[in-house]
């Protein structure tokens, strides 16, 4: 195959002109909006979507699968061994009506996509979700609770694109809703299921489980599962709520042989009712008492991201669901699912966090977000959260009187000056406001709970009082931070001068202790460091870990070569090249993200344990270039004149901060106050000019954004 994107339209080619996407959408059992992605030739799709519209476009998919797999392994994907490959349409999750049901849909997507419990589990682990195998085959096989992150996981796992996999979740959503609706205060549901101790209903039990005289079966017309009629007179007492419920007839499960009932239900009773009384019983109304706020909503939202709602007992709503993609100045208009017309709360709760295909950015440190709630009163005003958080709890944003209402965030980023000229980065994370409840006016507010820090949230402690700072530093990097003659009293470079001036300004000693790119983190954790201070590059992954200070630099990445080399001119030119860098650095990892996973060889990559390590096989023509950092590479040129060039054609923007214990956000604050008054009475500067002398004026000219 040639580019990437040829195999997508080649794919889009293989559909018929007078096939139309509706056809195509009933032939597979996929969504339009998957149609619309399989037939616009520009995205690929896993093999189990890939193959199923094969097949409904009259194509052979064998003849397909080795194209799709080089085209999947320059993508970076893992290519999953399988007993068969899925033909026909796929279960339709929306057909189920019980839990059990949707186990056999389930168990039936499993067998079509030919995936074994373990590598579905393998799977859903690469896409970060949790799949246990044996959680799951408990679940399938009716011995354990069908959780709906479970399904979700379940089925991106079995390949199917986030639109599909929200799909079966809503399934869940809708079986879990009617569930709890249905359930009567004998213990059994409106169709005559026993309930379980998690509330959903149990297929096979009660009186109404088969076609027999039970309440709830029979053939029929009216409404189909889930119709509800409301009514507000006949309580019981007043702390309870009427509802009539049409029960919708007992319908003859699609996948079942012929002559079978409903998946779970019995065989066929020896008294079966008369054709009057099972008409009679079918139309019949049932009024049922149930307790006020047990029953469940589900409402879908629209955009990046969907929203459920459940109703408990003291009538608030719970958001649930994946979370939002925000850009930054794009607001983002999150319906609320209010259950009906009252005067509402909300106590929001917003969590930023990283998208996997930017997770080296860092634009969370210096975003913040502004939100306000347009309800009955039209919009409230304007608040906005602290620079650098990314959790937002708030109490008590009023809507009103309302059934309905929006929420409007909108994500807001001051990023620091590039060393050089380059294309600004774009600032996109992900906003997760599930946490986040709807309550009554009159209720009590959600109480913002922080959780109990960890041993590696704690690290070494609070930084106040200590005559000694254990400050990690890197031993290779000249001008940076490097060790004199194997001297460990005698530590050069940009990072150890400023460790010292810091604890100096902190009342502290400097207790020096080495660290390397894959250390760093560790050593915090474990509170064997106070802070580390090692050409640290901030990034989302490592906020999730540990907190920052700073930035006190900000740089690019470079490619260094060989003076005598001018066959590199470019990060292009590398790809037939090898390439030295360090183990844990980002840096790394972004030159192996250009070229994608598969490029990742011993022929084009090797990884060392410092710079240092790779500065000297470049220098003996073991590797082709070494990339990282210009402030870091700039260093090594100065240490051998003449012999190396580097390429100065930066191609990220890195900001070098100091690594603290997660739960040390005082004591960042305290830092940044230290560099801002380094900056303003020309410390910093000073030590700048000291090691990276006539390169100097680069990183200078680029004064870092202090939050």
């Not at 199923?52 to 999953?80: F, H, I, K, M, T």
């Not at 620079?387 to 309905?404: E, M, P, Q, S, Y």
Request: hydrophobic share 35%; net charge neutral.
């Amino acid at each position: 195959m040639g580019e990437l994107e040829s195999f997508p339209r080649e794919l889009a080619r293989a559909k018929e002109q007078k096939t139309g996407n509706e056809t195509l959408a009933e032939r597979t059992g996929l969504l339009p909006e998957t149609i619309r992605q399989l037939t616009g030739g520009t995205e690929l799709l896993s093999w189990e979507i890939t193959s199923v519209y094969l097949d409904a476009c009259g194509q052979e998919p064998a003849d397909w699968r080795e194209r799709w797999e080089q085209a999947a392994q320059r993508s970076g994907w893992q290519v999953w061994r399988r007993r068969r490959t899925p033909l026909g349409p796929l279960p339709d999750p929306a057909t189920a009506r019980t839990f059990a049901e949707l186990c056999q849909r389930m168990e039936h997507l499993r067998h079509m996509v030919g995936l074994t419990f373990n590598t579905l589990e393998q799977r859903a682990a690469d896409q970060r979700r949790r799949l246990p195998h044996a959680t799951l085959n408990a679940a399938l096989k009716g011995r354990g609770r069908l959780e709906r992150e479970l399904v979700e996981a379940f089925a991106a796992a079995c390949g199917l694109p986030p639109a599909e996999s929200r799909r079966w979740r809503a399934a869940w959503q809708r079986i879990a809703a009617m569930s709890a609706l249905e359930q009567r205060p004998d213990g059994l549901t409106a169709g005559g299921e026993r309930a379980g101790p998690d509330g959903y209903a149990t297929p096979g039990s009660g009186p109404g489980s088969g076609p027999g005289p039970g309440p709830g079966s029979g053939p029929g017309s009216g409404p189909g599962p889930g119709s509800v009629a409301a009514s507000a007179s006949g309580s019981a007492d007043p702390g309870t709520a009427v509802v009539e419920v049409l029960v919708p007839p007992a319908e003859q499960d699609p996948d079942s042989p012929a002559g079978v009932g409903a998946v779970g239900s019995r065989p066929a009773a020896q008294h079966a009712p008369s054709r009057s009384a099972r008409h009679r019983r079918v139309r019949r109304r049932r009024t049922l008492a149930v307790l006020a706020g047990a029953a469940a909503v589900f409402i879908a939202g629209t955009g990046t991201g969907w929203m459920a709602a459940t109703r408990s007992p003291s009538q608030a709503l719970t958001l649930s669901g994946p979370p939002y993609t925000i850009t930054a100045d794009q607001p983002l208009s999150i319906p609320l699912p209010l259950s009906e017309r009252r005067d509402w709360i909300l106590d929001m709760r917003l969590r930023l966090g990283f998208t996997p295909a930017q997770e080296l950015q860092n634009c969370s440190y210096h975003a913040w977000l502004t939100y306000q709630v347009v309800g009955a009163n039209g919009p409230g005003s304007v608040a906005h959260s602290e620079t650098g958080r990314k959790d937002v709890a708030v109490n008590d944003l009023r809507l009103g009187i309302t059934g309905a209402a929006r929420l409007v965030v909108t994500l807001r980023w001051k990023p620091s000056t590039p060393a050089q000229p380059a294309a600004p980065p774009r600032c996109e994370l992900t906003l997760d406001p599930s946490r986040s409840v709807l309550r009554q006016s009159g209720t009590p507010a959600t109480p913002i709970t922080t959780p109990a820090p960890s041993r590696a949230d704690i690290g070494n402690g609070p930084l106040t009082g200590k005559p000694v700072l254990k400050i990690g530093v890197k031993i290779d990097q000249p001008a940076i931070g490097e060790m004199v003659n194997n001297n460990p009293d005698d530590r050069r470079g940009i990072d150890p001068d400023l460790a010292r001036e810091i604890a100096r300004r902190l009342n502290a000693e400097v207790e020096f202790h080495d660290v390397t790119s894959s250390s760093r983190e560790t050593l915090l954790q474990r509170g064997q460091v106070d802070m580390v201070i090692a050409s640290y590059s901030m990034n989302e992954p490592r906020r999730d870990k540990i907190t920052f200070a700073g930035p006190y630099l900000v740089a690019g990445q470079d490619i260094l070569v060989r003076a005598s080399d001018p066959s590199i001119d470019d990060i292009d030119d590398l790809k037939d090249k090898k390439v030295c860098g360090v183990k844990g650095s980002t840096s790394t990892q972004r030159v192996i993200d250009h070229f994608g996973a598969e490029w990742d060889t011993p022929e084009h990559m090797t990884r060392q344990h410092g710079y240092g390590v790779c500065v000297e096989e470049l220098r003996a023509g073991r590797v082709d270039a070494v990339s990282t950092d210009n402030s870091i590479l700039a260093g090594y040129i100065a240490k051998h004149p003449g012999e190396l060039r580097l390429l100065r054609k930066p191609f990220s923007v890195e900001e070098y901060g100091i690594g603290l214990a997660r739960n040390n956000v005082g004591d960042a604050e305290r830092i940044n106050t230290v560099l801002k008054q380094m900056i303003a009475d020309k410390t910093w500067q000073a030590i700048l000019d000291k090691n990276l002398k006539s390169e100097a004026g680069t990183f200078i000219s680029s004064v870092p954004s202090i939050p």
